[in-house]
Structure formats: structure tokens, C-alpha cells
């Protein structure tokens, strides 16, 4: 079975700290996804990236960054948290490079609290 | 926006009946995913149904899709306490996945 992990299931931040959300597939796919889930909103892309060092905005990539600098892990960044970005964070994989529409396999969630 | 919409946003019913679910979208589409997630945690993929089909069925699950009315329904027949949790859908296409807001099953005993 494909095993996301994330990090951290609960994590405690500041307003203005720099955050480091850490996600690691162990399937070799090629291709990872940071989604934020918020109420009523549903699951929202930031960023994903189909290879090592590539990434590509998602539908709201503002005040994130991403990093794939090795295939099986995938980090996002919160340059300067703030209030708006408290949310639950999911990560996901799927094989086949570009292929978007391949059924995804998430991690169990970072429940983020910025204060 | 291809961002299906479920169908009811929560849900309530006895143990053994059965569930429908339902999602809507507005365009075209590669292939329509179900998912299903428990409280607090991530999402598990169901079932995939690509656009060329009509029926799918997994288990006690079954997906239909109509491509002219553009939605799909979840069936979970004889429900179990153990099926409560969010439903979404995701429809893709090309290069992108959307997926919906979801349905909150609640089991009763």
C-alpha cells in the first residue's frame, strides 16, 4: 500500500514565523500535491509538482512556497505565516508524470494553528 | 469552473438503509473520483469512473455518471456505522482535478 506521511498532525505557529510543512510518498511517484481544507470550501490546490525541482501554482499558491528537491518528499512553506492560513493541510501523490487524473493517495492531514 | 458540487451537504440515516449521493459539474470531463474521509483524517480514494462509463461497482459501493446531465451519484448499499465520514467527488480533466465540498454521511444505530 502507498504510505503518505506527513509530518506533523498538529502543529502550533506564530504570526510572522516561517512554517515548513514536510510530506514523503514511498511509492516513487513521480507526481505530489499540497491541497489547504477549510469549511465550506472544500479542498483547495496551493502547489504540486509533476518532477524533482519542477512545481506548478495551483489555485491559490499566494504566501506559500514549495520544494521537491529529492522524488519522494515534498515540502511547503509559509514564508511568513498569518492568521488566514490557520486550515488543514493535505498531501498527496499520484504515479505518472503529468498524469493529473489518476486517483490520489492523501496523507492523514497537518491541522495548522497560526496565532 | 469543473468543480462538481455534491449533493445533499449532510445526510442522516439508520443503520442498514441505503445512501445516495450526488455530484454535479459543469464541463467536460476525463474521469469523475469518489472519496470518502473520516474525521480528522485524509482522504481515501473509492472509485473511479471514466467518462465513456456508465456504471461502476465496488463492494457495497455503486457510481453511476450521466455525461449529458453532467452528475454522478454514490449508492453505499446496507449501510454500517463504520461508512460515516465526508464524501467528495473530484472531476478531472486534462490537467487538472477539482474536487467538490462534500456530503457529511452521519449512520444512526
Known amino acids: 500500500d502507498v504510505k503518505v506521511t506527513q509530518s506533523s498532525r498538529y502543529l502550533v505557529k506564530r504570526t510572522g514565523e516561517k512554517v515548513f510543512l514536510e510530506c514523503v510518498q514511498d511509492?516513487?511517484?513521480?507526481?505530489m500535491f499540497w491541497y489547504r481544507q477549510d469549511p465550506g470550501l472544500g479542498l483547495r490546490l496551493i502547489y504540486f509538482?509533476?518532477?524533482?525541482?519542477?512545481?506548478e501554482k495551483g489555485d491559490i499558491p499566494e504566501g506559500y512556497s514549495v520544494s521537491r528537491e529529492k522524488k519522494e518528499r515534498f515540502s511547503l512553506i509559509l514564508e511568513s505565516a498569518s492568521t488566514n492560513q490557520t486550515s488543514m493541510y493535505l498531501c498527496?501523490?499520484?504515479?505518472?508524470?503529468?498524469?493529473?487524473?489518476?486517483?490520489?493517495?492523501f496523507g492523514d492531514g497537518t491541522r495548522l494553528s497560526i496565532l | 469552473s469543473q468543480q462538481g458540487e455534491e449533493d445533499p451537504q449532510a445526510l442522516s440515516i439508520q443503520e442498514g438503509e441505503n445512501a445516495t449521493m450526488n455530484c454535479s459539474y459543469k464541463?467536460?470531463?476525463?474521469?469523475l473520483q469518489w472519496y470518502r474521509q473520516n474525521s480528522g483524517r485524509g482522504l481515501v480514494h473509492l472509485i473511479l469512473?471514466?467518462?465513456?462509463?456508465r456504471e461502476k461497482h465496488s463492494g457495497r459501493l455503486r457510481v453511476t455518471l450521466d455525461t449529458s446531465k453532467k452528475s454522478s451519484s454514490l449508492l453505499i448499499t446496507a449501510s454500517r456505522a463504520a461508512d460515516t465520514a465526508s464524501y467528495f467527488c473530484?472531476?478531472?480533466?486534462?490537467?487538472?482535478?477539482?474536487f467538490g465540498k462534500g456530503t457529511r454521511l452521519h449512520i444512526l444505530p
Open positions: 464541463t467536460s470531463i476525463n474521469n
Open positions: 473530484a472531476t478531472s480533466r486534462d490537467d487538472k482535478i477539482i
Open positions: 511509492m516513487d511517484h513521480e507526481n
Open positions: 509538482s509533476y518532477d524533482v525541482k519542477m512545481k
Open positions: 469512473i471514466r467518462s465513456n462509463e
Open positions: 498527496a501523490s499520484t504515479p505518472g508524470q503529468g498524469v493529473i487524473g489518476q486517483p490520489q493517495h
